[in-house]
């Protein structure tokens, strides 16, 4: 198993610097994952934890709307890759650019896993806005002799001021590929409705649509929240290939 507290940090007000297992997240969306390319990061896991990856990652803070990434990652195959991001904050929203290059023979992005995909060229712009209703979008390019893939995730998100507030979200991701898998293209689409109960509680829905293969996946949540732990009780529906589960997880943080 990986240990997540092996690393190396430096920083200052404008730079960090760290080396070692750690974890390298971005991207606005929160279940359809378009961006999700070093991390396993799950909604539906109430320890928000992911795995790591061995790297060394710089962050570079020119000013207060800038922020600029770099990283040089070790994957599985110990094979090196690297890419680097800029992230803009204005009055219109927040953008994100990312590019890396992975000369490794497989692609894994999220729940997206092609093996001999071939070394690839990844090139992503991300953008968000907070207002009325939050909106996002990732549009992800993943280029190389064997395979061109093409992924986009829409989203938004609403709380509505009923009780304590309701949550509402949604997401829809297109994926496309030449030449074509049997599998794509495909459309997906995610809700998620989120609702506190008193200061300790709060459940959670999330049901997902697959629009080609027309099967549905249901996830419901009830937590229970104090000082030094936490009780979860998850349930899910799904269709017949993947099956139900009845889950209850329990979470102490010293």
């Not at 690839?120 to 009325?132: K, L, T, V």
């Not at 590929?177 to 999330?206: C, D, E, H, Q, W």
């Amino acid at each position: 198993d990986n240990n997540h507290r092996f690393w190396i940090r430096y920083t200052n007000e404008e730079l960090e610097a760290r080396f070692g297992l750690q974890k390298i997240v971005f991207g606005p969306t929160q279940i359809l994952r378009s961006l999700s390319w070093f991390d396993t990061y799950d909604l539906k896991n109430p320890t928000g934890q992911t795995d790591g990856v061995e790297s060394f990652r710089l962050r570079w803070f020119p000013s207060n709307n800038i922020s600029v990434w770099s990283w040089i990652v070790n994957n599985e195959l110990d094979t090196l890759s690297y890419g680097a991001r800029v992230e803009i904050t204005s009055s219109v929203g927040e953008w994100g650019f990312t590019y890396h290059q992975d000369p490794s023979y497989s692609l894994q992005v999220g729940q997206l896993y092609i093996p001999n995909f071939g070394s690839q060229n990844r090139i992503a712009i991300d953008y968000r806005y907070d207002g009325f209703i939050g909106f996002w979008n990732e549009s992800v390019m993943i280029s190389s002799d064997k395979m061109n893939i093409n992924m986009a995730t829409l989203g938004a998100d609403y709380t509505l001021p009923v009780l304590n507030g309701i949550l509402l979200m949604t997401e829809t991701l297109y994926i496309s590929a030449k030449p074509n898998p049997p599998t794509l293209p495909s459309t997906i689409t995610a809700f998620m409705a989120s609702m506190p109960m008193g200061m300790f509680y709060n459940v959670m829905l999330i049901s997902s649509l697959d629009w080609n293969k027309n099967n549905s996946y249901n996830y419901l949540r009830f937590s229970s929240t104090f000082d030094s732990f936490s009780i979860n009780c998850m349930a899910s529906i799904n269709s017949n290939e993947v099956g139900n589960s009845l889950q209850l997880m329990i979470i102490y943080n010293h």
